[in-house]
């Protein structure tokens, strides 16, 4: 099993950056590829970014349309956690945020193709 842990979020004036990690136990990030989901209140959960593992130097990601150049999913495998860097937020960015793990490489954006996820963070934007 590994378990995820997501930190870092807060209440944020709009404009402004927070910050998220995902520091995962159990088992090394390092062998999951990673990806942030959202869920505002009354909405689905929805994609945001997920990035690969290692496979030798190069690591991939991908974004939702909505937050391309603002957010950025960076990894540390030495340190078991991932990262999401949200940047230029607004209130539309209000919504718990996700972290999920799957097996394997290869970038996904699905809810169904992750196998673990962390409890959330709660990001509020104020406008």
């Known amino acids: 099993q590994v378990q995820l842990a997501e930190s870092g979020g807060g209440l944020v004036q709009a404009g402004g950056s927070l910050r998220l990690s995902c520091a995962a136990s159990?088992?090394?990030?390092?062998?999951?590829?990673m990806g942030w989901f959202r869920q505002a209140p009354r909405k689905e959960r929805e994609f945001v970014a997920a990035i690969s593992r290692a496979d030798g130097v190069t690591y991939y990601s991908k974004y939702t349309d909505s937050v391309k150049g603002r957010f950025t999913i960076s990894r540390d495998d030495a340190k078991a956690t991932v990262y999401l860097e949200m940047n230029r937020l607004g209130p539309d960015d209000t919504a718990v945020y996700y972290c999920a793990a799957r097996w394997g490489s290869v970038v996904a954006t699905a809810k169904s193709a992750f196998d673990y996820w962390g409890q959330g963070t709660q990001v509020t934007v104020s406008s």
């Open positions: 159990g088992r090394s990030s390092g062998s999951y590829s």
